[in-house]
């Protein structure tokens, strides 16, 4: 016999599929940007541990929604109280660190700004700083972080642009640059992008995207923890039946006294 409004197990148990979707998707990012980074090198940043936790995140999450959709279905409390105490240690988790994130997040341009002019000059830049903007330059069809002068006169191959109709009018520009060998001024054709804006506005997108993603799931974690707690409430107390208000009795008006006193008179004759 069923113990749960029927109403509240359907949506619970779509509102559990729904959580389990939000998790496939995860896990879809997390692959197609495990196959888009493939290649790359993981001087800019922690690669490795990012697909790790959207892994974690969509494996986890995809679980928990089909242990809530599997709990209401088959009203069985004890998936529900698992579901329960996970979603309040998941709303938790996500607030403790998407609040700071979001506090944080206005500073990351100026850090990452930071960062990047302490590469200047980037002639007299590490090998490995050097083969990152390399790689950079190459991917995003930049030159230099900043501008081109950052290399001074030494700007890579990395930097040319080729002519092709592909690439926009406004992508190339000419500039002058020694010839080492004639020493003599000759026109060249490079990116004319810095990458460092580039760099910035992807930085920044992902960061408003995982923001987004963290305090989705606690407002679904928060949801999920007011619908599985009514849901166990109606478990424990199945057979409580609504109270109905019954008008008292003294409040029912009776007839009138003049219609009581003409009842009672005998008959005329």
Known sequence: MAQINSCLKRTFIGFNLFFALVGAIILCLAVVSQVLTSNEDDEMGNRTTGLIC???MGTVTTLLGLLGAYGAYKEHKISLIV??????????????????????????????EEKFREMLPLNRASIQE????????????CCGLFSYTDWNED????CNCPSNEDEEPETCKVV??????????????IYSKPCAPIVMYYVLLMADISLGVVFTLAILAVLGMILSSIMIHQLRHPNRTPVVLNIPTIFIPGPPKYEELQNDLPPPY
């Open 54 to 56: 959207l892994y974690i």
């Open 83 to 112: 579901f329960l105490i996970c979603m309040v240690i998941g709303s938790l988790f996500m607030l403790r660190s998407g609040i700071p994130t979001a506090i944080l997040r206005p500073q990351v341009q100026a850090v990452l």
């Open 130 to 141: 050097k083969h990152v903007v390399d790689s950079l330059q190459t991917h995003l069809h």
């Open 155 to 158: 700007i890579p191959s990395s």
């Open 176 to 189: 002058s640059a020694i010839n080492r060998y004639a020493f003599l001024m000759d026109g060249r054709s």
